[in-house]
């Protein structure tokens, strides 16, 4: 599976949008972006996923490039219920596991 | 119940007990997951059912980790001998399709956190 880098941390406004950067410059033709969260004391909660096309559902929007060497989840109003831990991950198509990293530990500030 | 639920919620072992861990996934749910996750990780694969069918067991970290599914629906993860480093979160998940075909998301429940003394 391709490895995905994500900050650390991240500090985001309340109300404004926030933008998670992701990259993976080493996916294949193959794998899939998913995105996962997790808030505190909580299993993860699957967000959104895609593959070369920009995807947006009700929680957010995905912005793959047209390279796909890196991604960004677009949260377009950020509330304090979204601070969480959020995970890229390339996920293979056919592939039953998800590989998590450490993720990026996004907080919401008033 | 709407979405999976794991038990017991909080299991304090002395080191070489068994513990038995158990996932109800959400029904009709085909694929189900375990996961482990320590302290400031990510959760790490365990093992995958497709019903009662154990398709990979190849996170499993020891022949002391063991899962099930029996009838297809819920599943026992089970340790035996538990030592200090089996302390973690156990996550189960489940997901409505078959997972090879990479287009169900997975349901994850809140995870039973296991703390071996």
């Known amino acids: 599976d391709a490895k995905t880098t994500q900050p650390t941390s991240m500090d985001c406004a309340e109300g404004r949008a926030a933008n998670l950067p992701c990259n993976h410059s080493t996916i294949s033709g193959n794998e899939y972006v998913y995105w996962y969260r997790q808030i505190h004391s909580q299993g993860p909660q699957y967000i959104i996923h895609?593959?070369?096309n920009n995807e947006t559902n009700e929680m957010a929007s995905l912005i793959i490039t047209e390279d796909r060497k890196s991604s960004t989840l677009i949260l377009p109003h950020a509330t304090l219920r979204d601070t969480a831990v959020y995970y890229c991950i390339a996920r293979p198509y056919g592939n039953n596991r998800l590989a998590f990293g450490k993720g990026n530990q996004v907080v919401v500030i008033p | 119940g709407a979405g999976v639920s794991q038990s017991p919620r909080y299991k304090v072992a002395k080191r070489g007990q068994d513990v038995a861990l158990r996932c109800d996934p959400i029904s009709g749910h085909v694929s189900l997951f375990w996961y482990q996750q320590a302290l400031g990780q990510g959760p790490e694969f365990l093992t995958y059912f497709q019903n009662e069918a154990q398709l990979d067991k190849s996170g499993l970290p020891s022949d002391r980790f063991f899962a099930e599914r029996p009838e297809g629906s819920v599943s026992t993860l089970k340790i035996q001998r538990t030592q200090q480093e089996d302390s973690a979160v156990y996550l189960c998940a489940s997901s409505l399709v078959v997972a090879g075909g990479n287009t169900g998301e997975l349901f994850f429940g809140e995870g039973s956190r296991l703390t071996v003394l």
């Open positions: 895609g593959l070369k």
